[in-house]
């Protein structure tokens, strides 16, 4: 197939080209210069979409492109771009899928399990229909809506629901690894918020599933079979690294640090990949514990 994939250059991105190699694969990217130089030689690279003269000979398109949510504090400003640059590019993507006369046959789209809001230990599947006013869901809610106008072009449409992904290459765990490798780590508030967490090999292998061997549409939780709370998470963390676990940040801290987007630190989803599973996929990693191992003991 030929593939378009948004956001090849990030962690997820990059990950799921290297198990592309049987595909043509065409990267949407700022900078093309730089990512040539993280991204395989056969990986061609635009800097905008009107480098395509169309879609007709685009089998599926990836879209991950978005600015990291949690990253800073949400200002209006930092807001704007959030939402911007999820919601423009999937409505760039979506215009040139409607009007192509052979349009692709798959769109995958990116989401989040913001979308359900906070859900305290209530297990959710894709099944949850959400009606809330915080902009985590306000976010993923439109990306949604977006993405979905393509299905009269009987384009078939993917949402992922995603969930932290677990990678030391980058991400929250990433992040994470200094203070709980000095022992200065431990659970966030009152650490009973769900952590709805995924590998990034599962991650990467169950959009390729959707990709090749799904013919099913719709929403998909990506995350793994057993949340746990953010206090399992980080006793597994300690315990993976060798290290104590008596700290924790109280919630005024991260409130103090993050504002608003502190809800995502202290909120939670207990979300299980009920629509992924049944559609056959296999998690090589549904265990919190063997996942972390995988990751910090290579």
Known sequence: MHILITGGTGLIGRTLISKLGDHEITVLTRSPQKAKSVLPSTVTTIADLDELTDFNNIDAVINLAGEPIVDKRWSDQQKGIICSSRWGITEKIVSRILTAENPPKTLISGSAVGYYSDQKDTVVDESLEVDATDFAHAVCANWEKIALRARPAKTRVCLLRTGIVLSKEGGALKKMLLPYQLGLGGAIGDGNQYFPWIHIEDMANAIVHLLEKSEHEGAFNLTAPNPVTN??????????????????????????????????????QRAIPKALEEDGFEFTYKEIRPALDSLLRQ
């Open 231 to 268: 206090r399992e998470f980080s006793q597994s963390l300690a315990a993976s690294l060798g290290r104590p676990h008596i700290l924790f940040t109280p919630a005024f801290a991260i409130k103090l640090m993050l504002g608003e987007a502190g809800q995502l630190l202290l909120e939670g």
